[in-house]
């Protein structure tokens, strides 16, 4: 009886060290850091390079997209700093002194993989050896809308810029949207404004160092239904952005 108990025993024994052996061959491979991209810049305002890495967490093993960002920063003096970024594609961080206190900060965007091909974006400063987030631009004030005879018209609040855009190209998918009749607008209908999709640092005439560019797109009846860009250029002082200019550059 005690042989049967003993035998009964060490079988439930194997197979449990083969069912637990047979998971672990089945189950998914965990989600490692990985390090995007190192770079060497003062950015504490030392005079002597800082290492940079910008660092992620992929959504699950082999995916694109990158459920956690964030940069770490050995200063040359040795100390760590973290600044957490939001998830996305393809991460990058550019660096210029946009606040104009003699230091370069850090300039972030990440893809967020929708069709209106927006970014996030971040601007922080690590002066000092402390992290600090400084704001972005807000963006424009934009009015965009189709009149009679298929034509989008963009005025720019700002600065009172606008422009009238021929779409008459596009007529037969306007026609069948419901839009227009034989060239007549059904109903008051505005264009679709996304918000700022990006920055990048640029020259600014007239100014030293560098400011702003950034780009936001104006489409017809949907995002792929391209009207053209509105480029604004902003410019760092006094404590705020200042817009300097707006370029109008269509589609057509």
């Known amino acids: 009886m005690k042989k049967e108990l003993l035998f009964a025993f060490g079988a439930f024994f194997l197979m449990s060290l083969h069912a637990i ?15 995007i991209k190192t770079y060497k810049k003062d950015v504490t ?5 800082d290492i940079i890495k910008l660092n992620a967490i992929p959504f699950e093993p082999d995916a694109l997209f990158l459920k956690q960002i964030w940069a770490t920063i050995t ?7 973290r600044i957490d970024y939001e998830g996305g594609y393809e991460p990058e961080i550019t660096f210029a002194d946009l606040n104009h206190d003699g230091v370069k900060d850090l300039l972030y965007r990440a893809a967020t993989g929708g069709s209106g091909g927006l970014y996030e974006n971040a601007l922080h400063t690590a002066k000092g050896g402390k992290v600090q987030e ?4 807000s963006g424009i004030t934009i009015d965009a809308h189709f ?10 609040q700002d600065t009172q810029q ?18 227009f009749t034989k060239g007549i607008l059904n109903e008051p209908t505005e264009l679709m404004v996304a918000p700022i999709a990006f920055f990048e640092p640029t020259k600014i005439r007239g100014k030293k160092g560098k400011g702003l560019k950034g ?12 009207v053209g860009t509105a480029i604004s250029y902003w410019y760092y002082e006094d404590g705020k952005w200042t817009l300097m200019k707006i370029v109008w550059k269509t589609d057509r």
Not at 21 to 35: F, I, R, V, Y
Not at 75 to 81: F, P, Y
Not at 147 to 155: A, N, T
Not at 162 to 179: A, M
């Open 215 to 226: 780009y936001q797109q104006i489409s017809g009846a949907y995002r792929a239904d391209g």
């Open 45 to 49: 305002g030392d005079g002597r390079r």
């Open 75 to 81: 200063t040359s003096e040795g100390s760590k700093l």
């Open 147 to 156: 009149e009679d005879q298929y034509k989008g018209v963009i005025s720019f």
């Open 21 to 35: 052996a047979g998971n672990s061959l089945t189950d998914p491979p965990l989600t490692e850091t990985m390090t």
């Open 134 to 137: 400084l704001d972005l631009p």
């Open 162 to 179: 606008s422009y009238t855009v021929d779409l008459s190209d596009r007529k037969d998918d306007y026609e069948r949207l419901g839009i």
